[in-house]
């Protein structure tokens, strides 16, 4: 069993600037991709930032030049930081990976986390 647990979100003025992280814990091998994803009021999940085991990262329009993917792979831990928040960078941020969970065996799966808010508002 594995557990994603993301900390970090809260309330910030626009303008303002929010650090999420991610731990993940559990049965774990190896961690491939880790990404962050995001619900606002009334959408659908969105994929924000995704980041690969070599930091390669690639970002959601939206967020390029103001949010950073990262990852210390030592820790499972993934993070993202936020800058220039908007007000429609309000919603509920969630974490997930691709876990492979036995070092015998080629099978993964992924893992979500239950999700941090983040309410950007003046």
């Known amino acids: 069993q594995v557990q994603l647990v993301e900390s970090g979100g809260g309330l910030v003025q626009p303008g303002g600037s929010l650090r999420l992280s991610c731990a993940a814990s559990g049965r774990i091998s190896r961690i491939n991709d880790m990404t962050w994803y995001r619900q606002g009021p009334g959408n659908e999940r969105e994929l924000v930032a995704e980041?690969?085991?070599?930091?390669?990262?690639n970002y959601a329009d939206s967020v390029k030049g103001r949010f950073t993917i990262s990852r210390v792979n030592a820790k499972n831990e993934v993070y993202l930081q936020m800058n220039d928040l908007k007000p429609e960078d309000t919603a509920v941020y969630s974490c997930?990976?691709?876990?492979?969970?036995?070092?015998?065996?080629?099978?993964?799966?992924?893992?979500w986390g239950q999700g941090t808010q983040v309410t950007v508002s003046s």
């Open positions: 980041i690969a085991r070599d930091g390669s990262a």
């Open positions: 997930s990976a691709v876990v492979f969970t036995s070092p015998y065996l080629l099978r993964s799966t992924l893992f």
